[in-house]
């Protein structure tokens, strides 16, 4: 067959089964140069390009050689992309061949800026791989601008609703919107392929999650903590470029009708009902709930709150509606109703108040209450208050609690691990005072610091300067002697309890006697003073008068009329508990507000000391068995016990909470051994030697972690610090009234 014949054989057979001649055509029939191969980028977010079923219609500008005829302009690669970029959207899908793209390069023509111009449209401010690509020289059509099959967006990779990076367009607020706290997908196409929140629907892989942690948990977390620092606009940019929200749109509106007080619209958002909004009805079956909360006990605090504003505003009628038709029906506590009926009785607002412990609806109570609330939310819905802050707390509180001698109330540091050094902490004696003529019985840190108080067995109460160790007052009672002393809150004040069945007020100051109360039919047991500092209580060995208070003249206030023997007492510092301790085996637990007793606890055996914790949570007992017990104030729970090797005994002795923020807890022994435990984590820290007879208290400083005392039968305190050189010099320098370590 002829050379020419054969030639146009392979024409006719090439246009006859749609193939593609050796010079390309591409949308707008204009001969283009040709392209190399495909490229594969190296980010492993690139998308994974499925295969395009027949259906799949253009999403991004591609080239087809049967599109309708284009209107004839110059034949340059800006006008080649233009067109298709304009045309694509009403442009039917009919082929499903891949255009073959030739090689090409950027010619800089007149409609040169026009095509950087369309080019930086359609890549935006946050580049992909795909589009850096389109600076390069050779480059091909990316296959990711085509939607995958299933995909319903409108967009063809030109008119998007969210612009590449320059701002939410109305439909992707939308969007947005609709998801709760960005845990529903939207199926609005972004960059021509369904993916939200940075997951993709379309084939695409997802991005991992971040170090093992779930990335939108974290991406969360994170624009919550911005707000909390007041970075508004960094927050709003990370929502932005996430495809996350914070929270959705029904609980931003819960929030602001709790903070609002609009009580029927808080209980409708949260629970569920049908809103009319904007003239449209909107059903929803509320918020998302933590399992196995009680809506009622929910609703109650709603309704409590409402009630309470009532009252605030003297609208007496309306809160007794609310009491009767709304509260009642939800609770069974009657007392807890008792007491709210009881407030309709309150003659003015600041009664209230301190009645029901409330600070009214312009203070912080609002908020309490929907942080309470937000806690029986789920979190994939309500994101906790400041929840970034408070894992960076449980990170810091691990960390110390692994930190055996942590002594520093400093906190530390995020950038490094925490690890406290042993030479740190007070486990050397560096100075004995020996002012008694007996045993010594008990001893305190004044409430600043700055001074010491010991009493014993031969009727005098010796006050040293803190640093000097210098007596300052020696408050001597010598025909008896002095079991217990209690420090005013203000430290100008000081009560000693005597074994001759007295109980004498001082003046710390003149180290005169104020007032000296009168003769009980025991030994007076122990005193603790009333936050306030304008009474104290009084226990005594004595089934009459055994729990009183009374005030600074001398004059009683209040009888609890019970007849069991105090050994010990113990007050929160918030005033909230009063603790006794009988000489046997029970403990009394008082609401030292209201003067009730709310329960009492069997320690199954004799007790040598109580104390309370500095936030008023823990108690410990310690028991002449060897054990000391600390146990949970408000749920009655034992906490930890420390136990001991030490053979039990017969004689007081006190235990107590001591070091940076009362980490450790420290015991003495009848064999004169110190035993100090790490309070989180019951570990035995350290035990020391105060001498070869019973140790039988201690007292760590409130101001100077580094420092205790202790005090036994052998007639000395002893005083205990770290090593710092510093410190050791200057105690072992000064007149000291006693004999001093030299350093070691």
Not at 404 to 428: E, G, I, K, M, W
């Amino acid at each position: 067959m002829p050379d020419a014949q054969r030639r146009m054989q392979q024409d006719e057979t090439q246009q006859s089964s749609g193939g593609t001649p050796a010079e390309v055509v591409l949308a707008d029939d204009r001969p283009q140069p040709s392209t190399s191969s495909p490229s594969t980028s190296d980010d492993p977010s690139t998308p994974t390009i499925p295969s395009l079923p027949p259906s799949t219609t253009l999403s991004a500008p591609q080239y087809n050689t049967q599109l309708s005829p284009p209107t004839p302009q110059p034949a340059t690669s800006s006008s080649a992309t233009t067109t298709a970029a304009e045309d694509s959207e009403d442009l039917p899908s009919t082929s499903t061949r891949r255009p073959i793209i030739g090689r090409r390069r950027r010619n800089r023509s007149p409609d040169s800026e026009d095509q950087e111009y369309l080019h930086e449209s359609l890549r935006g401010s946050e580049r992909s791989p795909e589009d850096d690509s389109g600076h390069r020289h050779k480059r091909r059509r990316q296959d990711s601008r085509m939607r995958a099959e299933g995909d319903n967006s409108t967009s063809n990779g030109t008119s998007r609703p969210f612009s590449n990076g320059s701002g939410p367009s109305p439909l992707h607020k939308a969007a947005m919107s609709n998801s709760a706290n960005g845990t529903r997908r939207s199926s609005v196409a972004m960059n021509g392929s369904s993916t939200t929140n940075g997951h993709s629907n379309s084939g695409v892989k997802p991005r991992p999650p971040y170090f093992g942690h779930d990335r939108e948990e974290v991406t969360r977390i994170l624009i919550q903590a911005l707000t909390d620092l007041g970075y508004d606009t960094a927050a709003s940019s990370l929502c932005q470029e996430s495809g996350y929200n914070l929270e959705s749109p029904t609980v931003a509106k819960f929030r602001n009708a709790v903070l609002q007080g609009d009580w029927p619209q808080a209980e409708t958002l949260l629970f569920g009902d049908t809103l009319e909004e904007g003239g449209v009805s909107i059903g929803g079956a509320g918020l998302v709930l933590q399992d196995g909360v009680d809506r009622n006990l929910m609703r109650f605090g709603l309704r409590q709150q409402k009630f309470l504003e009532l009252l605030e505003q003297r609208d007496a009628g309306k809160a007794l509606m609310v009491l009767r038709q709304e509260l009642t029906p939800l609770y069974q506590d009657t007392s807890k109703l008792h007491f709210l009926s009881s407030l309709l009785m309150c003659q003015s607002t600041e009664d209230l108040k301190v009645k029901a412990e409330w600070d009214g609806a312009e203070g912080e109570s609002r908020h309490h209450l929907l942080s309470e609330l937000s806690k029986c939310i789920s979190p994939s819905v309500m994101l906790p208050e400041h929840r970034l802050a408070i894992l960076l707390q449980q990170v810091k509180r691990h960390q110390i609690s692994n930190c055996l001698y942590h002594n520093t109330a400093s906190s530390p540091s995020l950038y490094q691990d925490h690890n406290c050094d042993r030479n740190h902490f007070p486990v050397h004696p560096v100075l004995d005072l020996d002012k008694h003529t007996g045993e010594v019985w008990n001893i305190k840190f004044s409430n600043d610091g700055s001074r010491l108080a010991s009493c014993g067995k031969d009727g005098t109460c010796v006050i040293y300067e803190v640093g000097s160790f210098e007596v300052l007052q020696c408050l001597a009672m010598p025909e008896t002697g002095v079991g217990s002393v209690a420090w005013s809150p203000d430290d100008s004040m000081i009560v000693t309890c005597q074994v001759d069945k007295f109980a004498i007020l001082w003046d710390v100051n003149t180290g005169k006697p104020i007032v000296k109360l009168p003769r009980f039919g025991e030994p007076v047991g122990a005193c603790v003073w009333a936050p306030d500092g304008r009474s104290f209580v009084t226990g005594v060995l004595d089934k009459e008068r055994n729990l009183c208070q009374w005030n600074t003249r001398g004059e009683l206030i209040f009888d609890w009329g019970q007849t069991h023997r105090i050994q010990d007492l113990a007050v929160s510092p918030n005033g909230r508990h009063l603790v006794a301790m009988t000489n046997e085996t029970m403990v009394y637990v008082y609401n030292f507000m209201t003067r009730d007793l709310e329960y009492e606890l069997d320690m199954e055996g004799k007790m040598g000391s109580v104390s309370i914790s500095q936030n008023g949570r823990y108690l410990l007992v310690n028991k002449l068995d060897g054990e000391a017990r600390m146990l949970d104030l408000e749920t009655r729970e034992i906490v930890r016990v420390f136990r001991s090797d030490e053979p039990g005994g017969n004689w007081l002795i006190r235990a107590a909470y001591g070091g940076a923020n009362e980490s450790f807890v420290i015991i003495g022994s009848e064999s004169g051994n110190i035993n100090i435990w790490h309070k989180e984590s019951g570990t035995l820290v350290e035990k020391l030697q105060h001498g070869k007879s019973s140790c039988n208290a201690i007292s760590w400083s409130p101001t100077d972690p580094s420092m205790f005392a202790s005090a036994g039968d052998d007639g000395k305190v002893r005083i205990w610090a770290d090593v710092d050189p510093e410190k050791r010099h200057s105690n072992g320098s000064r007149n000291s009234n006693g004999r001093t370590f030299s350093p070691q």
